[in-house]
């Protein structure tokens, strides 16, 4: 492989760490010592703002944030590739974590990038409304003046009303996913053990003569640039191996060379969010006091945070009882193009079931759609 320079039930605060924010929770029911300090030393080290301020978030409902019951966190990942031609950030991960009133499972179910929607007008910065890419919600947003905290908080916080307004969800927390910061996580964890479903030639990634893995860019109509002489893109072969961190993000990246582009895409994000979590739940890592301490501040660095005013360790200790094992990957449209293109732009559209799917979510009925609808279901979660 190419490199670059009697089962337990692990809990949900592995998928949290990374995805969400929250940190160090139980271990086959014994609570970790010192977790509390922990919790407390994590949420020192991520960032904290308000990203959703509206009807989208739970805080402004009548009931207020109140997470006994069904809970829906909203996830955006950034992409933010030094030395591209392409746009700088770019909200092209859109995930929705849901966990029903039985608290007992979790969902992980994707809004394709190219979804057209109608983004409503937002007073912060002017943006005077209109019909696009959901993915450029969160760049109507970030336009305008403030610090890049402040415009990333904007620009989440159109994307979510954006969601709200297509599908009647609100939220009871969110965050911002760095990539960057993403893929030092995996490196703490000393790499994560993926399956490769379909064969992906990688844009960003060369491998040199002698087996090195280098960092190119993209450049669209002639793909990957930057390479040194002799380097060649890398290419991800089927079959199931363990990968360092370069590999699995780029993996996770790669939608041009797979025959179900974005849909591929979201599926590898979403299993790699997976392989992280049980891969943060292992004993290498629950034992290691010094690696766990580095996973840890390696995940603060990658997060911005808002759970909507409940403390962390409400969360974690609400959803103590879930485990990585227990994370299912939904397939939005059960993963076929519903394309359309208007204008000369291409666009994916929700097919009806996918809107019933996204309702279920909003009313916490998922898994009753799910048992009816199994196609959305992606093989091998």
């Avoid at 069904?70 to 990942?77: E, H, I, K």
């Avoid at 005077?128 to 415009?151: C, D, I």
């Avoid at 090195?212 to 040194?228: A, C, D, M, N």
Wanted: with cysteine; charged share 20%; proline share 4%.
């Amino acid at each position: 492989m190419p490199h670059a320079a009697g089962r337990a039930r692990p809990p949900l605060w592995a998928r949290l760490t990374v995805i969400v924010g929250a940190v160090l929770m139980v271990t086959s029911g014994t609570l970790i010592v010192g977790s509390r300090l922990l919790i407390s030393q994590f949420t020192s080290d991520i960032t904290q703002t308000t990203l959703i301020d509206g009807a989208a978030g739970a805080a402004a409902q009548a009931r207020g944030n109140n997470i006994d019951g069904p809970v829906n966190l909203l996830l955006v990942g950034l992409d933010e590739r030094e030395g591209s031609d392409e746009e700088g950030a770019r909200s092209d991960t859109i995930i929705i974590l849901h966990i029903p009133a039985s608290h007992d499972q979790a969902y992980l179910v994707s809004i394709p990038r190219d979804t057209r929607v109608r983004i409503p007008a937002y007073a912060k910065n002017g943006y005077g409304g209109g019909t696009a890419k959901v993915n450029a919600a969160f760049a109507a947003g970030y336009e305008g003046s403030g610090t890049e905290l402040e415009k990333r908080a904007r620009g989440f916080d159109l994307l979510a009303k954006t969601i709200n307004d297509l599908t009647g969800i609100t939220f009871n927390g969110a965050a911002i996913i760095d990539f960057g910061g993403f893929e030092s996580v995996v490196e703490e964890l000393g790499g994560v053990d993926m399956c490769v479903d379909t064969r992906a030639e990688s844009i960003h990634i060369g491998v040199t003569t002698d087996g090195k893995l280098v960092r190119g860019w993209y450049k669209e109509g002639v793909g990957i640039q930057g390479l040194p002489a002799g380097a060649k893109p890398l290419v991800h072969e089927k079959g199931c191996r363990r990968m360092s961190a370069i590999e699995a993000l780029d993996y996770a990246r790669i939608r041009k060379s797979l025959p179900d582009g974005d849909y591929g895409r979201q599926r590898h994000q979403q299993q790699l969010l997976k392989a992280i979590g049980k891969e943060a739940t292992s004993s290498g890592v629950l034992t290691d006091p010094r690696k766990l301490n580095r996973v840890i501040e390696a995940a603060g660095r990658a997060f911005v945070l808002d759970t909507q005013g409940v403390p962390v360790e409400d969360f974690l200790f609400t959803f103590r009882g879930l485990a990585a094992h227990d994370l299912i990957l939904v397939r939005t449209n059960a993963g076929e193009f519903a394309s359309e293109t208007i204008g000369g732009q291409a666009f994916e559209e929700l097919t009806p079931d996918s809107m019933r799917m996204l309702a279920a979510v909003r009313d916490g009925t998922l898994a009753q759609f799910l048992m009816s609808n199994p196609a959305f279901v992606a093989t091998g979660s």
